[in-house]
């Protein structure tokens, strides 16, 4: 714990290696979390993963031990629907992703693209169906003036059934295409994620704390915010990355079960 950490009014959860792997619940997690809350820590959950909605993440929660509600949970589809609304590029969307995201896209009030010219925003996301054909009408809805942003920068998604190819390999792509970077890449480690999510848990950076196994993305946002930061060793990342990467968390735990005693709260 650093010298200035003072004990967190909030704890954020990511959930894939932070709370489960897969179907099983890493070991512990849900004595800690319930012992946090016991201690009246606020919790929350935070995930990247743009293809299942709050209500499912909070289901899967639940079943595996950890009760969670709809509303504790926010995702980078919630985070990019909200900045269509506020963002005020247009009403036709050309979506890379699936269909949980287009349904939400277009439940919102916006209606998809059926053409480049006509499109005035492209999102990017992970998306199991990308062709050719998409990769060549976001090019050109880009090349026309559409703006580009994305739910999640990820190139990895951790599954059941193992990893797939997630969104940041078509945002590479695109960005190569185009010369330039794509700059509203919505979810974690975005600043626009981590003020939605201090605003849900309602407390100053200062006093939240970020938990979550991958260092480019849960600890870069939450250190870049002036969140507190524990990195769990349970996800994707080893000691060897830890060493390589600039970012070191004020708690480095070997899973989710050891910080309420590394808190003080156990
Ligand atoms: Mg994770």
Redesign the pocket.
């Known amino acids: 714990m650093n010298d200035e950490s003072v004990r967190p009014a909030a704890v954020i959860f ?5 709370l489960y792997l897969g179907e099983h619940l890493i070991a512990g997690a849900d004595v800690a979390v319930e012992t946090l809350r016991k201690a009246g820590l606020v919790t929350t959950f935070l995930t990247n993963k743009p293809i299942d909605s709050p209500a499912i993440y909070a289901e899967k929660l639940s079943r595996l031990g950890i009760p969670v509600t709809e509303s504790d949970v926010l995702t980078s589809v919630t985070l990019t629907i909200d900045f269509l609304q506020r963002s005020g590029h247009g009403d036709h969307v050309f979506v890379i992703g699936e269909d949980y995201l287009t349904d939400q896209i277009r439940q919102a009030g916006f209606r998809i693209a059926s053409t480049p010219q006509e499109t005035d925003v492209v999102v990017v996301s992970l998306d199991r169906t990308m062709s050719y054909e998409k990769m060549r009408f976001a090019l050109e809805a880009a090349r026309n003036g559409a703006h580009m942003c994305a739910t999640n920068p990820d190139v990895i998604c ?1 599954m059941d059934s193992g990893e797939i190819v997630d969104a940041g390999a078509w945002i590479a792509g695109l960005e190569a295409l185009l010369k330039r970077p794509i700059t509203d890449v919505l979810g974690k480690p975005s600043a626009r994620c981590a003020e939605t999510v201090l605003a849900r848990v309602g407390c100053e950076a200062s006093r939240a704390l970020m938990v ?3 260092l480019e993305t ?1 600890m870069t946002m939450a250190r870049n915010a002036g969140m507190q930061t524990a990195l769990v060793m349970s ?2 990342t080893g000691v060897a990355d830890l060493k390589a990467h600039g970012v070191q968390p004020d708690y480095v735990l070997g899973s989710v079960a050891e910080l309420p005693d590394a808190l003080g709260v156990a």
């Open positions: 990511d959930l894939d290696g932070t951790p979550g196994d991958r849960d996800g994707v």
